[in-house]
C-alpha cells in the first residue's frame, strides 16, 4: 500500500534556497523534507540523480539506493541539502518514498505539450510540463489576491449575487437559459452583475464589488469566451472621473505587486500601465479620422468607402461602434481611456451635465483590446425606466427590471460602476494572446 500522507514537507524552492549557500560538493547539516514528481533521471554509477518538481520549483536528488521508478512517479524525499559537484543545488537523499505511481507515459518532458488542442482539452499536462503555464497561473492568482487586497483596504465590501436569475441585465448579450424545476420557471445564467450590486447601493452598502463568472452566449475569439471572469464594483457619491482615476491606481499598485513593474509586453508591444493614462473623447478619436457624423447615411456611406461591411448595421449606434472597432481601438496600444459616449451607445449611463446627448461613459483599452467598462450610473427611477422601454423597443422586446425600478424608487446616491475583465488583465500581464491561456479549463467544441 502507498502511504496517505507525507507530513512535514517543504516546498521545494525553500529547500532549494538553502542548498544554494553551500559551496560545491559540500552537503550541509540539517534534514529536509521535500515531495514532488520526477520529471528527469540521470545515472552515474552507483548513484541516481533525481529532478524533482512542485509547484514552487525544481531540486535535484542524488540517490544511492536501488530506484524502481518511472519518470512522472510522485515520490517524496528526506535528507541534507547542499551543492553537487557541479555545484547543481541538492537533496543527498537518506529516505526516498513512492507516493503515487504514474499509470501512463509524460508526453516529451523536453519539448513539453506543444499541441494547442492538448493544451486547453488536458490543461492538467500543460500544467505538469510547462513552467510557463503554470507561472501564468500562479501571476493570474496573485493578481487576483492583488485587487481584493486594494479594494478591502479602501472600503468596499466584497459581495456575492445570483448567478441564476428571473431576468438578465446589465449589459447586451444573449444568455444561456434553463429550467428551474421547484419553481416552474426560466432562469438565465447571469450576463452581468450590475442591477443586483446597484440594489445593494440603495440598500446602504455604499461600496460593493464581487468578483464573478459571468455568461454570454455568443462567440469566441482571442478576447471572447462564453464564461469569464469579471470584477464589477460600485462606488456611492462618486462619478466616472473618480472611477478613472482608481482604475488607473488598481491598476498600476496591482501590476506593481505581481511583477514588480509597470510595463508588460503585450501583442507585440511593451505598454506601461503606470497611471495617469491618455484620456481620450469619443468624439474626437472619430473626428480626428473623419468619421463624426450624426447623419447615419453620411456615416454608412463613409465606412462602406473604406471597405467596411455596413449591410449589418441596422442604426446610427451601431454603424459608430463599427466605426470605432475598426479604425479607432485598435490604434489604442498604450493604456487609454476613451470617454463621453453618445446616449444611443450607452443608455443606462447618466447624462452629462453639458449636453444630454452625451453620457458619463467610459472604456479603457490596452493593445488595442478593452479590458473594461464604466458608467456615472443613472438613479433617477423614472429615467430608468424609460430607458428600459427604449431598450425593449429596440433590441426586440428584451424586457427591463420593474424590481429594480422599485429599488431605485427608494432613492441610490450618485454612484460610478465600473467592470474589469480578469481574463483579459491576466493577458496582458502575461503577454498571452489568446483568452484561452488565461482561463485554467476554457470551453471548447466537442470532438469530432
Same mark, same amino acid.
Not at 551543492?83 to 516529451?108: F, G, H, N, Y
Not at 487576483?144 to 479594494?151: G, K, Q, S
Not at 421547484?182 to 447601493?201: G, N, S, T, V
Given at each position: 500500500?502507498?502511504?496517505?500522507?507525507?507530513?512535514?514537507?517543504?516546498?521545494?524552492?525553500?529547500?532549494?534556497?538553502?542548498?544554494?549557500?553551500?559551496?560545491?560538493?559540500?552537503?550541509?547539516?540539517?534534514?529536509?523534507?521535500?515531495?514532488?514528481?520526477?520529471?528527469?533521471?540521470?545515472?552515474? !554509477?552507483?548513484?541516481?540523480?533525481?529532478?524533482?518538481?512542485?509547484? %514552487?520549483?525544481?531540486?535535484?536528488?542524488?540517490?544511492?539506493?536501488?530506484?524502481?521508478?518511472?519518470? !512522472?512517479?510522485?515520490?517524496?524525499?528526506?535528507?541534507?541539502?547542499?551543492?553537487?559537484?557541479?555545484?547543481?543545488? %541538492?537533496?543527498?537523499?537518506?529516505?526516498?518514498?513512492?507516493?503515487?505511481?504514474?499509470?501512463?507515459?509524460?508526453?516529451?518532458?523536453?519539448?513539453?505539450?506543444?499541441?494547442?488542442?492538448?493544451?486547453?482539452?488536458?490543461?492538467?499536462?500543460?500544467?505538469?510540463?510547462?513552467?510557463?503555464?503554470?507561472?501564468?497561473?500562479?501571476?493570474?492568482?496573485?493578481?487576483?489576491?492583488?485587487?481584493?487586497?486594494?479594494?478591502?483596504?479602501?472600503?468596499?465590501?466584497?459581495?456575492?449575487?445570483?448567478?441564476?436569475?428571473?431576468?438578465?441585465?446589465?449589459?447586451?448579450?444573449?444568455?444561456?437559459?434553463?429550467?428551474?424545476?421547484?419553481?416552474?420557471?426560466?432562469?438565465?445564467?447571469?450576463?452581468?452583475?450590475?442591477?443586483?450590486?446597484?440594489?445593494?447601493?440603495?440598500?446602504?452598502?455604499?461600496?460593493?464589488?464581487?468578483?464573478?463568472?459571468?455568461?454570454?452566449?455568443?462567440?469566441?475569439?482571442?478576447?471572447?469566451?462564453?464564461?469569464?471572469?469579471?470584477?464589477?464594483? /460600485?462606488?456611492?457619491?462618486?462619478?466616472?472621473?473618480?472611477?478613472?482615476?482608481?482604475?488607473?491606481?488598481?491598476?498600476?499598485?496591482?501590476?506593481?505587486?505581481?511583477?514588480?513593474?509597470?510595463?508588460?509586453?503585450?501583442?507585440?508591444?511593451?505598454?506601461?500601465?503606470?497611471?495617469?493614462?491618455?484620456?481620450?473623447?469619443?468624439?474626437?478619436?472619430?473626428?480626428?479620422?473623419?468619421?463624426?457624423?450624426?447623419?447615419?447615411?453620411?456615416?454608412?456611406?463613409?465606412?462602406?468607402?473604406?471597405?467596411?461591411?455596413?449591410?449589418?448595421?441596422?442604426?446610427?449606434?451601431?454603424?459608430?461602434?463599427?466605426?470605432?472597432?475598426?479604425?479607432?481601438?485598435?490604434?489604442?496600444?498604450?493604456?487609454?481611456?476613451?470617454?463621453?459616449?453618445?446616449?444611443?451607445?450607452?443608455?443606462?449611463?447618466?447624462?452629462?451635465?453639458?449636453?444630454? %446627448?452625451?453620457?458619463?461613459?467610459?472604456? /479603457?483599452?490596452?493593445?488595442?483590446?478593452?479590458?473594461?467598462?464604466?458608467?456615472?450610473?443613472?438613479?433617477?427611477?423614472?429615467?430608468?425606466?424609460?430607458?428600459?422601454?427604449?431598450?425593449?423597443?429596440?433590441?426586440?422586446?428584451?424586457? !427591463?427590471?420593474?424590481?429594480?425600478?422599485?429599488?431605485?424608487? /427608494?432613492?441610490?446616491?450618485?454612484?460610478?460602476?465600473? !467592470?474589469?475583465?480578469?481574463?483579459?488583465?491576466?493577458?496582458?500581464?502575461?503577454?498571452?494572446?489568446?483568452?484561452?491561456?488565461?482561463?485554467?479549463?476554457?470551453?471548447?467544441?466537442?470532438?469530432?
Amino acid at each position: 500500500m502507498l502511504p496517505k500522507r507525507f507530513p512535514d514537507r517543504e516546498e521545494i524552492s525553500a529547500v532549494r534556497a538553502h542548498a544554494e549557500q553551500a559551496e560545491p560538493g559540500q552537503t550541509l547539516d540539517g534534514s529536509r523534507r521535500v515531495a514532488g514528481r520526477v520529471m528527469a533521471r540521470r545515472a552515474m !554509477g552507483k548513484l541516481s540523480f533525481l529532478d524533482l518538481v512542485d509547484r %514552487s520549483g525544481r531540486i535535484q536528488l542524488i540517490v544511492e539506493q536501488e530506484l524502481d521508478l518511472d519518470l !512522472g512517479d510522485i515520490v517524496g524525499a528526506t535528507g541534507r541539502p547542499g551543492r553537487s559537484k557541479r555545484a547543481e543545488p %541538492s537533496l543527498t537523499v537518506s529516505e526516498l518514498v513512492l507516493l503515487a505511481k504514474i499509470r501512463r507515459p509524460l508526453p516529451d518532458t523536453f519539448h513539453g505539450v506543444t499541441d494547442v488542442e492538448t493544451r486547453y482539452r488536458q490543461r492538467y499536462l500543460d500544467l505538469l510540463m510547462n513552467e510557463e503555464t503554470r507561472a501564468d497561473f500562479q501571476l493570474r492568482t496573485r493578481m487576483v489576491t492583488a485587487i481584493r487586497r486594494y479594494l478591502d483596504e479602501r472600503g468596499f465590501l466584497e459581495v456575492e449575487t445570483p448567478v441564476l436569475q428571473p431576468r438578465y441585465g446589465g449589459a447586451f448579450a444573449e444568455p444561456f437559459v434553463t429550467h428551474y424545476n421547484e419553481l416552474d420557471a426560466d432562469f438565465y445564467l447571469r450576463i452581468a452583475d450590475e442591477l443586483y450590486l446597484k440594489r445593494l447601493i440603495v440598500g446602504g452598502l455604499d461600496r460593493v464589488y464581487e468578483l464573478s463568472k459571468d455568461f454570454r452566449n455568443e462567440g469566441l475569439s482571442y478576447k471572447h469566451a462564453p464564461e469569464f471572469t469579471m470584477l464589477e464594483w /460600485y462606488e456611492a457619491y462618486a462619478d466616472y472621473t473618480d472611477t478613472m482615476a482608481r482604475i488607473e491606481e488598481l491598476v498600476e499598485t496591482v501590476v506593481r505587486e505581481v511583477t514588480g513593474g509597470t510595463t508588460a509586453t503585450f501583442r507585440g508591444h511593451e505598454v506601461d500601465l503606470k497611471a495617469p493614462w491618455r484620456r481620450l473623447k469619443l468624439l474626437d478619436s472619430l473626428e480626428e479620422r473623419g468619421l463624426w457624423t450624426r447623419d447615419p447615411d453620411e456615416l454608412r456611406r463613409l465606412l462602406d468607402e473604406r471597405g467596411v461591411d455596413t449591410s449589418q448595421d441596422r442604426s446610427w449606434a451601431e454603424l459608430v461602434d463599427h466605426a470605432l472597432s475598426h479604425f479607432v481601438e485598435p490604434e489604442l496600444i498604450q493604456p487609454t481611456i476613451l470617454h463621453d459616449y453618445p446616449v444611443e451607445l450607452s443608455p443606462f449611463a447618466r447624462a452629462t451635465d453639458d449636453d444630454p %446627448s452625451i453620457v458619463e461613459r467610459f472604456e /479603457y483599452f490596452v493593445g488595442g483590446m478593452e479590458l473594461g467598462n464604466a458608467f456615472t450610473e443613472l438613479n433617477d427611477p423614472d429615467e430608468q425606466a424609460e430607458r428600459f422601454a427604449q431598450q425593449a423597443a429596440e433590441a426586440g422586446g428584451v424586457p !427591463g427590471d420593474p424590481d429594480y425600478v422599485e429599488a431605485l424608487a /427608494y432613492g441610490m446616491p450618485p454612484t460610478g460602476g465600473l !467592470g474589469l475583465g480578469i481574463d483579459r488583465l491576466a493577458m496582458v500581464l502575461t503577454g498571452r494572446e489568446s483568452i484561452r491561456d488565461a482561463i485554467l479549463f476554457p470551453a471548447l467544441r466537442p470532438r469530432d
